[in-house]
């Protein structure tokens, strides 16, 4: 059995969509709710694209979480789904807010 991750990011304000799945063959990052967790290009669901860039990032702050465990296929996924609020809070100066 291979064990498979599956980040999904939801967008927690309007309607609480999902807005990316990003899989691995490894554990992704640990978060927590409060945390910052920014867009520098994902490439987002329903044919939106890349609305973001290093230069250009959505910033958000992570709601929540939960975390689900299922068996598909003869493989398992660990997935992990993020409820995201976008931040308009000022940067740091660490990532180059003067």
């Avoid at 990032?57 to 598909?72: D, L, M």
Wanted: with cysteine; hydrophobic share 35%.
């Amino acid at each position: 059995m291979t064990t498979k991750y599956e980040l999904f990011l939801c967008d927690v304000t309007g309607e609480h969509k999902l807005i990316a799945k990003l899989e691995s063959t490894t554990p992704f990052m640990a978060v927590q709710a409060g945390d910052r967790f920014d867009d520098h290009g994902w490439d987002r669901l329903n044919g939106v694209g890349k609305i973001a860039s290093e230069k250009d990032p959505k910033r958000y702050t992570i709601h929540s979480i939960k975390h689900t465990i299922v068996e598909k296929e003869g493989d398992l996924f660990v997935q992990s789904w993020l409820n995201l609020h976008p931040y308009q809070g000022p940067r740091s100066p660490a990532w180059g807010d003067d």
